[in-house]
T-cell receptor, first 112, second 111 residues
Framework: EAGVTQFPSHSVIEKGQTVTLRCDPI?????LYWYRRVMGKEIKFLLH????????ESGMPNNRFLAERTGGTYSTLKVQPAELEDSGVYFC??????????FGEGSWLTVV | RKEVEQDPGPFNVPEGATVAFNCTYS??????FFWYRQDCRKEPKLLMS???SGNEDGRFTAQLNRASQYISLLIRDSKLSDSATYLC????????????FGTGTKLQVIP
């Protein structure tokens, strides 16, 4: 069974550009999460989807970040315009059972 | 104060040694506790959940002290393959709610 997949695995963009990260959760998982880790810091929660609905978006840093999950399958996280401090690794995770979260390998974003 | 605090290490231990990590959490309402393992430039993977009664999985033992709000992980007979970062993870409730990560403790097992 395929795990959580993320695309792109690595991205280097210039400040001010737009980047869209995609996450395909494990098939059938209703819960989808985005987390990120910036350099030297802990992994932090961004938001949680249940199917296509945003259950909790309390971790979204500002309005430059937009997450969608149309149709309740894959999700995208768009950063527009990107800033230097957005550099880090963005993890997507999915879950169908309580307390069992599976993470993708992450999308490494570098903003220069 | 951070919600979940860990000593970042690194802990450098010889093969065969026993090593213990502690983690403290600030929110007394926290309900679920976990240890994750993260290899370099990889995703976090669940190592074990932590139960109030303590639990053991092979060489790994996890304990929870609710009164003092700390969680521990003990690794016995360390292997080279145990080298990784160990993340303490806490959730306010069971189920599907967000989890909060510590910064992780880096372990390096030396031949």
């Amino acid at each position: 069974e395929a795990g959580v997949t993320q695309f792109p695995s690595h991205s280097v963009i210039e400040k001010g550009q737009t980047v869209t990260l995609r996450c395909d959760p494990i098939s059938g998982h209703d819960n989808l999460y985005w987390y990120r880790r910036v350099m030297g810091k802990e992994i932090k929660f961004l938001l949680h989807f249940v199917k296509e609905s945003k259950q909790d978006e309390s971790g979204m840093p500002n309005n430059r970040f937009l997450a969608e999950r149309t149709g309740g399958t894959y999700s995208t996280l768009k950063v527009q315009p990107a800033e230097l401090e957005d550099s880090g690794v963005y993890f997507c995770a999915s879950s169908q059972e309580p307390n069992t979260i599976y993470f993708g390998e992450g999308s490494w974003l570098t903003v220069v | 104060r951070k919600e979940v605090e860990q000593d970042p290490g690194p802990f450098n231990v010889p093969e065969g040694a026993t090593v213990a990590f502690n983690c403290t959490y600030s929110n007394s309402a926290s309900q679920s506790f976990f240890w994750y393992r993260q290899d370099c430039r990889k995703e976090p993977k669940l190592l074990m959940s932590v139960y109030s009664s303590g639990n053991e999985d092979g060489r790994f033992t996890a304990q929870l002290n609710r009164a003092s709000q700390y969680i521990s992980l003990l690794i016995r007979d360390s292997k080279l393959s145990d080298s990784a970062t160990y993340l303490c993870v806490v959730s306010l409730s069971g189920g599907y709610q967000k989890v909060t990560f510590g910064t992780g403790t880096k372990l390096q097992v030396i031949p």
